[in-house]
């Protein structure tokens, strides 16, 4: 069974903002590029950024805005795994 859950405007925008940050940590922008691939699409987050975004979440060394788009990745994620 596929998800249907789609990258928001919110989520977007940070995405994007954060890929045009000089700043931004690489696994920002790993997120970002993800999040911004799902947009408007059918995909669904693939199990390796999947990991990734999991990791993100549980750990207290990364921004609101990191773990807002882990949420939205891994919300995105196949409802099987």
Same mark, same amino acid.
């Given at each position: 069974?596929?998800? =249907?859950?789609?990258?928001g405007?919110n989520?977007?925008?940070l995405? %994007?903002k954060?890929l %045009? @940050?000089p700043?931004?940590s690489?696994?920002?922008?790993?997120?970002?590029? %993800? *999040?911004l691939?799902q947009?408007?699409? @059918?995909?669904?987050t693939?199990?390796?950024i999947?990991?990734?975004?999991?990791? *993100?979440? =549980?750990?207290?060394?990364?921004? @609101?805005?990191t773990?807002? $788009?882990?949420?939205? $990745? *891994?919300s995105?994620?196949?409802?099987k795994?």
């Amino acid at each position: 069974m596929s998800n =249907k859950k789609r990258s928001g405007p919110n989520t977007t925008g940070l995405a %994007s903002k954060l890929l %045009s @940050d000089p700043k931004a940590s690489k696994i920002q922008k790993t997120l970002s590029g %993800s *999040v911004l691939a799902q947009a408007n699409t @059918d995909k669904i987050t693939g199990a390796e950024i999947e990991d990734l975004a999991s990791k *993100v979440l =549980k750990s207290p060394k990364y921004n @609101d805005d990191t773990k807002s $788009l882990a949420g939205s $990745l *891994v919300s995105q994620s196949d409802i099987k795994r």
